[in-house]
């Protein structure tokens, strides 16, 4: 049983971070384009309804 409300993932690139995470609840889905700013991830993971989990992929860049 999964006890986070919001899953996220994660494609970490040298200049950019693609996001998508969609809401177990409401099935909402939703898309961003980030900076590599750890601020900027954390804010934007800050302004999904929680508790949220996370997971990411990076290559050699990223």
Same mark, same amino acid.
């Given at each position: 049983m999964f *006890?986070?409300?919001t899953s996220v993932g =994660?494609?970490?690139h040298a200049r950019s971070v &693609?996001?998508?995470a969609i809401d177990g609840v409401t099935g909402e889905l939703v898309q961003a384009? =980030?900076?590599p700013s750890?601020?900027?991830i954390r804010t934007w993971?800050?302004?999904l309804p929680g508790p949220v989990a996370? &997971?990411?992929e990076a290559?050699? *860049?990223g």
């Open positions: *006890t986070e409300r =994660l494609d970490v &693609a996001a998508a384009k =980030l900076t750890h601020e900027h993971i800050g302004g996370v &997971a990411y290559g050699p *860049t």
